[in-house]
């Protein structure tokens, strides 16, 4: 029996706290019996990082987590860094670029017992994780952006028929394992080179897959389309910034930022991470919603699963959601979602309902 060796990054803000909450969770879940069985590994990121080893993402963090199967990684207030240290890679970004983490996974559901503008939704947003429109993780060395004058700023996309490839094959794969529908996001008909490709390669790609049905629509009109009719995705495959932009858009959609989880996976390793920031305005006072987290968690747990082919591990994964969603079912919410259980009451609630 394999034991996995998780990396535990708890970041900025409510980062520890809702670290705390979900290492609780998995371990009660390990605890049940089973036999999976995970080594946590406590890493320093972000300001603490900052404080005692002179980085947000010390050398000495990356080199562990290569020895890692995976990671939790807490959200980081990169804005509050000192001046110097802004200028640098955030510490996400850096992970994601250095791992080659290059499929984020985002999905957007309904939860019990919470209350969403759109019903009636489950689906996933596969977004290219390592070039597009993000210029600071789209280089080998540099960023993307430069200013020849004052008052003239150029921001370089980057796309390639690689990642194309890879994110397509990604999403292609997980629409098998559900509904069968990918629908491509792109603004072709403006970045008809950059987005052409991005679109063009997609297709290509989903023809590999003929039980998949594939339908492409420009990202605005896509936006508009959640809003009227979310419920009828099943996956999206878009690139980097399209896809940060559509998957908020969705997560507010089905609930609250809280609750949004994700996955940075690459060939060989992944990094659960909650959709939301480092909320600063309510850190420290135990009210913080560690679901996010939770349920990004749930997705390595799985993942490893189905990297190592591995179902005890998926079972723990299994439970943890279940457990997670029997809590919202029965009432039990944080402060965010109009409840007033603290964020170690609602990780106990949860181990309640292993
Ligand atoms: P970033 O730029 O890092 O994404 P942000 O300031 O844009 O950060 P968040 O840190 O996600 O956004 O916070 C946005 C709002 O959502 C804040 O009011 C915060 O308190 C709330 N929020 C975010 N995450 C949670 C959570 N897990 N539980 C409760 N409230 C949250």
């Given amino acids: ?52 080893h002179g980085a947000a993402m010390p050398e000495g963090t990356r080199r562990e987590l290569a020895r890692c199967d995976g990671w939790l990684m807490g959200p980081h207030d990169s804005a509050s ?31 019990p017992g919470v209350d969403s503008l759109a019903r009636g939704v489950d689906l996933v947003i596969v977004r290219e994780n390592t070039e597009g429109f993000y210029p600071d993780r789209n280089m080998h060395a540099g960023a993307g952006e430069f200013m020849p004058t004052p008052d003239v700023a150029l921001s370089v996309a980057v796309f390639t028929r690689r990642a194309a490839e890879r994110i397509a094959h990604a999403a292609c794969r997980l629409a098998m394992g559900r509904r069968r529908r990918v629908s491509i996001v792109h603004k072709a008909n403006v970045l008809t080179l950059g987005m052409g490709l991005f679109r063009d390669t997609c297709r290509a790609v989903a023809r590999e897959y003929p039980e998949v049905r594939v339908d492409d629509y420009h ?107 029997r809590t919202l079912a029965a009432g039990v919410r944080t402060r965010d979602l109009g409840g007033d259980a603290g964020t170690a009451a609602f990780a106990q609630a949860v181990i309640a309902q292993l």
């Fill in 1 to 52: 029996m394999r034991t996995y060796r998780l990396g535990v990054l708890d970041g900025d803000g409510i980062g520890p706290e809702i670290t705390r909450a979900t290492v609780d969770v998995v371990t009660a879940a390990l605890g049940r019996g089973g036999g999976a069985r995970v080594a946590w590994a406590p890493l320093p990121m972000g300001c603490q990082a900052i404080r005692q």
């Fill in 81 to 111: 860094y000192p001046p110097e240290h802004r200028r640098e890679r955030n510490p996400s970004g850096e992970l994601r670029h250095h791992f080659d983490l290059f499929a984020n996974v985002r999905p957007a559901r309904n939860y």
């Fill in 219 to 325: 990202v605005d009109a896509m936006a508009a389309h959640l809003v009227r009719r979310a419920a009828e995705f099943d996956v999206l495959v878009a690139e980097n910034m399209h896809g940060d932009i559509l998957s908020d858009l969705a997560g507010e959609l089905t609930g609250s930022l809280g609750l949004a989880p994700s996955l940075n996976a690459g060939e060989d390793r992944a990094m659960a991470q909650a959709a939301h920031g480092s909320a600063p305005d309510i850190a420290g006072q135990g009210v913080a919603n560690p679901v996010g987290l939770l349920l990004s968690a749930v997705m390595l747990l799985r993942w490893l699963g189905e990297r190592h082919g591995d179902s005890a591990i998926q079972s723990v994964g299994d439970g943890v959601e279940e457990a997670v969603l």
